[in-house]
T-cell receptor, first 113, second 114 residues
Framework: AQSVTQLDSQVPVFEEAPVELRCNYS??????LFWYVQYPNQGLQLLLK??????LVKGINGFEAEFNKSQTSFHLRKPSVHISDTAEYFC???????????FGAGTQVVVTP | DAGVTQSPTHLIKTRGQQVTLRCSPK?????VSWYQQALGQGPQFIFQ???????QRGNFPDRFSGHQFPNYSSELNVNALLLGDSALYLC?????????????FGEGSRLTVL
């Protein structure tokens, strides 16, 4: 069975500093990988996804993630954060292409001036 | 273009009652998935509907049931409510596979069971 571990429950970061959110997964088959963002009282918005091909994936709002098959990781990065990046971030995996996603517990990013 | 809409946005029920949550998918989408997000946790997959049939199901008891209508809208029903059913229920819609499309999430229905 697949599982997803987000290694940090909360990440405080100063505005314009870089941030990295860590995600590890376990699965016995090839997977699809996703990062979603959730702002307060809102649904989830897709930041980026890895399906196949290049291991470096670029998403919206300046985020990018790197798939590392040997380490079963999919870490999310942004070189310079803004106050508006304050939100909850979820890593998710799927063993099929139809939308049955397994989510991690989330990482709360708090950006301060 | 309206995205995924869910109703009601908030509701309070007591233990043992039944609840129905509704979801209208994004225009052009034919697949609806439901997720439960307990406080402080990530969403958990409940089930997915396609062509009015349950295509996939997560690890949830039979108290959780659903339906998809010919216009692709969907309902989630939960019977015999427990305190532990208190959560944000998210609906997501899609068209085709995730190879070519993506899941769009609604803002959720927050259920409180007293």
């Amino acid at each position: 069975a697949q599982s997803v571990t987000q290694l940090d429950s909360q990440v405080p970061v100063f505005e314009e500093a870089p941030v990295e959110l860590r995600c590890n997964y376990s699965s016995s088959v090839s997977v699809y990988l996703f990062w979603y963002v959730q702002y307060p009282n809102q649904g989830l918005q897709l930041l980026l996804k890895y399906l196949s091909g290049s291991t470096l994936v670029k998403g919206i709002n300046g985020f990018e993630a790197e798939f590392n098959k040997s380490q079963t990781s999919f870490h999310l990065r942004k070189p310079s954060v803004h106050i508006s990046d304050t939100a909850e971030y979820f890593c998710a995996v799927s063993e099929d292409s139809w939308g049955k996603l397994q989510f991690g517990a989330g990482t709360q990013v708090v950006v301060t001036p | 273009d309206a995205g995924v809409t869910q109703s009601p946005t908030h509701l309070i029920k007591t233990r043992g009652q039944q609840v129905t949550l509704r979801c209208s998918p994004k225009s052009g989408h034919d697949t609806v998935s439901w997720y439960q997000q307990a406080l402080g946790q990530g969403p958990q997959f409940i089930f997915q509907y396609y062509e009015e049939e349950e295509r996939q199901r997560g690890n949830f008891p039979d108290r959780f049931s659903g339906h998809q209508f010919p216009n692709y809208s969907s309902e989630l029903n939960v019977n015999a409510l427990l305190l532990g059913d208190s959560a944000l229920y998210l609906c997501a819609s899609s068209f085709g596979s995730l190879n070519t499309g993506e899941l769009f999430f609604g803002e959720g229905s927050r259920l409180t069971v007293l």
